[in-house]
């Protein structure tokens, strides 16, 4: 990616993300990403969420062997 340090910059604006409560943050600013890609993971991202929400109320994460995670 050839930017300017001024795109750079509203780059980094648009992909930092702090979570001070955890003491964590996340900068994909760098990453060589679009717009379009975070757009095209969403559908994902939301089933993997649903995923791990029905493993943590006791949903069978191996149907081969009919258990349960942990």
């Known amino acids: 990616m ?26 994909l600013s760098r990453m060589n990403v679009d717009d379009a890609f975070f757009a095209a993971m969403e559908p994902k991202i939301q089933k993997a969420f649903t995923d791990m929400d029905a493993l943590e109320r006791g949903a069978i994460a191996n149907p081969d062997e009919n258990r349960m995670v942990g």
């Open 2 to 27: 050839n930017l300017t340090k001024l795109q750079w910059w509203e780059r980094f604006q648009k992909y930092y993300t702090g979570f001070p409560e955890l003491g964590l943050a996340i900068d």
